[in-house]
């Protein structure tokens, strides 16, 4: 199983990004995944998630900015990030879980910057 993360970038503050996260190894549909970010200095923040039917579940600092969803027929997940602010500047990593043995793997993250 590999998790590859693209899409992050600079962006001015009020920008918007949108990352992808592609799941190879043929778990993707069976597992939730979700986006967790860390910014210098500070601890991995879960910022989204997805399960399996679609429920999502967002850190409040994102809600109503952040959308998270998934395409199963391409083994993908999408982070939708509109009106961005300068803290929303971190590394982002996509992560997920095998369904029965509960490995956890990680994408290599994506760096994400917004200019004030």
């Known amino acids: 199983v590999q998790l590859q993360a693209s899409g992050g970038g600079l962006v001015q503050a009020g920008g918007s990004l949108r990352l992808s996260c592609t799941v190879s190894?043929?778990?993707?549909?069976?597992?939730?995944l979700r986006w967790y970010r860390q910014a210098p200095g500070k601890q991995r923040e879960l910022v989204a998630s997805?399960?399996?039917?679609?429920?999502?579940n967002y850190v409040d600092s994102v809600k109503g900015r952040f959308t998270i969803s998934r395409d199963n027929a391409k083994a993908t997940a999408f982070l939708q990030m509109n009106s961005l602010k300068p803290e929303d500047t971190a590394v982002y990593y996509c992560?997920?879980?095998?369904?029965?043995?509960?490995?956890?793997?990680w994408g290599q993250g994506t760096q994400v910057t917004v200019s004030s």
């Open positions: 992560y997920t879980n095998h369904p029965i043995s509960r490995t956890d793997y």
């Open positions: 190894g043929g778990i993707f549909a069976f597992s939730a």
């Open positions: 997805i399960s399996t039917s679609g429920s999502t």
